[in-house]
């Protein structure tokens, strides 16, 4: 249910509000924040689609604040969504106009559900300190997105200065799933510490400086950034160690490679996060994100200068080459669906019970790459089924060969000649039977003609004499 109001007040709001939950009387009223949305008019329905989405895991009363052209007298236009168009939602659209839109909080303050956190967010361009903005200072949590600027670095710099206690930002949230599968991964041996961690990204990609100031924070090494395309992301991760590298590497938009000593090359899903499941994300925490604090106001700022590319980086041997990355991948694709296919074939019945030391040595051996008795012998099977259907095919061709020579030519040219000579046989049949009917037909006719000539001849004489019988 969408209901507009022009020209309104906050009072009028209010009201239809409430009417409207009475009349629909499915609205969910355990809501468990205020969501202020402060975006301009161009961006305003992707904005709300994703706070939407969000409030299906967060049901809230969403409040989308418009500033719309400041010159004229002030007035203040609302939408009101309810039902199927809000989700498990509220959403109040305000637009303001003339003075009114230098003063958003105050139309605001009256809309806000009461006790329960607020957090607002900026889509797109946000106050250069927004703890200190009239609707910022109103939140617990401040959500902002450093990649919607023009400058991604200089909105860095520019979020550590005026950092305060709540602030978030969306290229934080979009590393998180980057995050755990490097931690995950320096929790598999061998356990040995790093020295060094390289991080590829793109100029304009905040979480790659992100990602690289959290890991020289956390692990107390140098971190440094190589640079990819514009619009790439982030590519690739490295962190160095004395056995050899762990390289993270994502070389499109969904799948990615994880590559470290004494383990089998895996490959892992690692999508791009979309906005709807970042908010999401950002509304579950209420409190300060220390690690993102430390990563933003420390580990940016110690990052060394961009001096080189990915590609001469991975020549020069200091970062994971991309394309190889790719290629490996594919390969890993094409292994695994070669073994699920086997494994539906050739695997045995689970057991009902098994004990926890043979499922230890199991998933051991199943890392490793190891394959079981079973297995192997299915393997020989195969190959011996492949050889004697090779031979028998081999056999076949060379026995077809001899039987196909001299004599199936002979025999080919009797059947010839044959055929023509049987062929000529009819031809020369055909052509007597034709004669012998035809004389036929004429001496037919010669026939009925002497009758008819005979017949003739008898009725003149019985008239001519001009008298008939006594």
């Given at each position: 249910m969408i209901r507009d109001l022009t020209d309104t007040t906050t009072k009028d709001i209010s009201k239809t509000l409430v009417r409207l939950r009475n009349e629909v009387g499915a609205i969910a009223l355990g809501r468990v924040l205020t969501l202020i949305v402060v975006v301009e008019d161009t961006d305003a329905q992707q904005a709300i689609d994703a706070a939407n989405h969000a409030s299906r895991q967060h049901p809230c009363r969403i409040i989308v604040v418009i500033p719309g052209e400041r010159r004229g007298r002030k007035r203040l236009d609302a939408q009101i969504r309810l039902g199927g168009d809000a989700g498990a939602s509220e959403i109040v659209v305000l637009r303001l106009y003339g003075e009114l839109a230098n003063h958003g909080q105050s139309v605001v303050i009256p809309l806000l559900l009461a006790d329960s956190p607020i957090v607002a967010w900026w889509p797109g361009k946000a106050p250069d300190d927004v703890a200190n903005d009239p609707i910022g200072a109103m939140a617990q949590r401040r959500i902002t997105d450093a990649a919607e600027a023009h400058n991604p670095r200089l909105m860095l710099r520019k979020r550590a200065a005026s950092y305060s206690p709540g602030d978030t930002d969306l290229s934080w949230t979009r590393v998180t799933h980057w995050r755990g599968l490097l931690a995950a991964?320096?929790?598999?041996?061998?356990?040995?510490?790093?020295?060094?961690?390289?991080?590829?990204?793109?100029?304009?990609?905040?979480?790659?400086?992100?990602?690289?100031?959290?890991?020289?924070?956390?692990?107390?090494?140098?971190?440094?950034?190589?640079?990819?395309?514009?619009?790439?992301?982030?590519?690739?991760?490295?962190?160095?160690?004395?056995?050899?590298?762990?390289?993270?590497?994502?070389?499109?938009?969904?799948?990615?490679?994880?590559?470290?000593?004494?383990?089998?090359?895996?490959?892992?899903?690692?999508?791009?996060?979309?906005?709807?499941?970042?908010?999401?994300?950002?509304?579950?925490?209420?409190?300060?994100?220390?690690?993102?604090?430390?990563?933003?106001?420390?580990?940016?700022?110690?990052?060394?200068?961009?001096?080189?590319?990915?590609?001469?980086?991975?020549?020069?041997?200091?970062?994971?080459?991309?394309?190889?990355?790719?290629?490996?991948?594919?390969?890993?694709?094409?292994?695994?669906s070669a073994q699920d296919a086997s494994a539906m074939m050739s695997a045995p019945p689970a057991p009902e019970a098994a004990e926890t030391s043979e499922v230890r040595e199991a998933t051991a051996r199943k890392l490793a790459g190891k394959r079981t008795t079973r297995e192997k012998q299915a393997d020989k099977d195969r190959k011996k089924t492949a050889a004697a259907a090779g031979d028998a095919t081999s056999g076949a061709s060379r026995t077809s060969g001899t039987q196909t020579g001299r004599p199936a030519a002979r025999k080919t040219a009797k059947r010839s000649a044959a055929a023509a000579s049987t062929a000529k046989k009819t031809a020369t049949r055909s052509t007597a039977g034709t004669r012998k009917a035809t004389a036929k037909k004429t001496a037919s006719r010669t026939s009925s003609a002497s009758r008819a000539a005979s017949s003739g001849a008898s009725g003149g004489s019985g008239t001519s004499d001009g008298t008939a019988p006594s």
């Open positions: 991964a320096l929790d598999q041996p061998p356990y040995e510490p790093i020295t060094g961690a390289v991080v590829s990204g793109a100029p304009d990609s905040p979480s790659s400086d992100l990602l690289a100031g959290w890991l020289s924070r956390r692990l107390r090494v140098p971190a440094r950034r190589v640079s990819t395309p514009r619009g790439s992301g982030i590519a690739s991760v490295r962190l160095e160690r004395e056995s050899g590298p762990i390289d993270l590497v994502r070389p499109g938009d969904v799948l990615a490679t994880l590559s470290q000593a004494g383990q089998p090359d895996r490959r892992i899903n690692l999508p791009r996060r979309e906005l709807p499941e970042c908010l999401a994300d950002e509304l579950r925490w209420l409190d300060a994100d220390e690690a993102y604090a430390e990563a933003l106001c420390k580990g940016v700022a110690e990052l060394p200068p961009i001096r080189l590319s990915a590609a001469d980086a991975a020549k020069a041997g200091k970062a994971p080459d991309i394309a190889a990355a790719r290629r490996l991948a594919g390969r890993l694709g094409r292994d695994e």
